[in-house]
């Protein structure tokens, strides 16, 4: 199977380069043709040290025909790289966000759809052991008895370029709940916001959104950003409540403490299985069986349009009713 990594521009680039070349069965091919002024070469030099072949731009990337593409370029360049992919046969994964707008995610879903290829979403959170057994719990129901409410938080340092905690942190837990709930449609959602960290009226640093889905599951969720200096990063974390129990996830588990003389502050050490490893195992996997069990094309277009009416509830202060139209899978 030929993968390609496109682009170098985001952080996790080298890392799943080195990943796939170490992977059986693959051949892997590197194309950075837009590197920063600053390193112009990062992907060439990649492509020499893993030994692995590079090309010089996108076309040339394109015309070696990959079966598969990790795409990792600067999110404005994302929509394009996915329907060029999804033009040649290629599947494709994409690292988030896949898409500013719902208009983008649509678009990319249904060119991939038209295609008969896969638009996976890099969430490796969503491919840990601890994951999988939340979703064999809430399948099984045994345990908690039928879902009735989730409580979620993903708290972590913010970047105003990034967007603000609607588009940012709000946006990693309802793409979970989204796979979580197998793409339940939502029916309501109720936001409040505000701007206190962030000093810009226009960017969000605080957001509880409250969404009511249509199976009657009520989801609580808090996605802000942590204050300046606080660097006690867990991850998303969710709390799911039946009617006879209630089963909890955290992503980044907090394994090991102590203090940490350096810093002169606490320190946790984190564990696990690699969630680089594990999504780009299951991503070679769907090529071949077809089976995806994370995020997608349609997830990000159904969070997308709860973040728009999470916007409009938080300017308006009262609920916004959603309607969440299916886009077809592949």
């Known amino acids: 199977m030929k993968v390609a990594v496109l682009s170098f521009a985001h952080e996790r680039a080298a890392t799943y380069a080195r990943l796939l070349h170490d992977a059986p069965g693959v051949d892997l091919l ?24 590079h090309a010089d731009s996108w076309d040339a990337a394109f015309a070696l025909r ?9 999110a404005a360049r994302r929509r394009e790289l996915v329907e060029r992919a999804a033009s040649i046969g290629a599947h494709v994964l994409c690292e ?8 983008d995610a649509e678009a990319m879903a249904r060119a991939c759809t038209d295609a ?11 491919f840990s052991p601890a994951f999988a057994a939340v979703r064999r719990q809430l399948a099984d129901g045994a345990a908690i ?3 009735t409410t989730l409580h979620g938080a993903y708290v972590g340092p913010g970047e105003p370029t990034a967007g603000g905690a609607l588009r940012t942190h709000a946006a990693v837990l309802l793409d979970l709940v989204d796979t979580l709930l197998d ?7 109720y936001a409040q916001s505000n701007s206190v960290l962030s000093g810009d009226p226009d960017v969000e640093s605080a957001a509880l959104v409250s969404v009511r889905y249509t199976n009657g599951t009520v989801a609580a969720l808090d996605g802000s950003w942590s204050p300046p200096g606080h660097r006690d990063e867990a991850g998303p974390a969710l709390t799911f409540v039946g009617e006879r129990g209630s089963v909890e996830f955290t992503a980044r588990p907090k394994l090991l403490g102590g203090f940490d003389s350096a810093t002169a502050r606490e320190r946790w050490t984190t564990g696990g299985t690699d969630p680089c490893a594990a999504v ?11 089976r995806w069990t994370g ?20 300017r308006t202060g009262r609920p916004v009713d959603v309607g969440v139209p299916e886009p077809a899978r592949p």
Do not use: H
């Not at 988030?96 to 208009?103: G, S």
């Not at 008969?116 to 969503?126: E, F, H, I, K, N």
């Open 295 to 314: 995020p997608d094309g349609a997830t990000v277009v159904r969070t997308l349009r709860l973040i728009r009416a999470a916007y409009e509830s938080a």
């Open 116 to 126: 008969g290829v896969r638009l996976a979403v890099a969430a490796p959170v969503c």
């Open 280 to 290: 780009l195992g299951a991503f070679v996997d769907a090529v071949g069986t077809g």
């Open 183 to 189: 793409g339940a449609p939502a029916a309501q959602v």
């Open 30 to 53: 590197v194309a950075d043709p837009e590197g920063p002024p600053d390193d112009p070469a990062r992907g060439r030099a990649t492509a020499r040290r893993l030994g692995v072949a």
């Open 145 to 147: 008895g039928p879902l």
């Open 66 to 74: 990959p079966d598969a593409v990790v795409v990792t370029s600067d």
């Open 96 to 103: 988030q966000p896949l898409a500013a707008t719902e208009a």
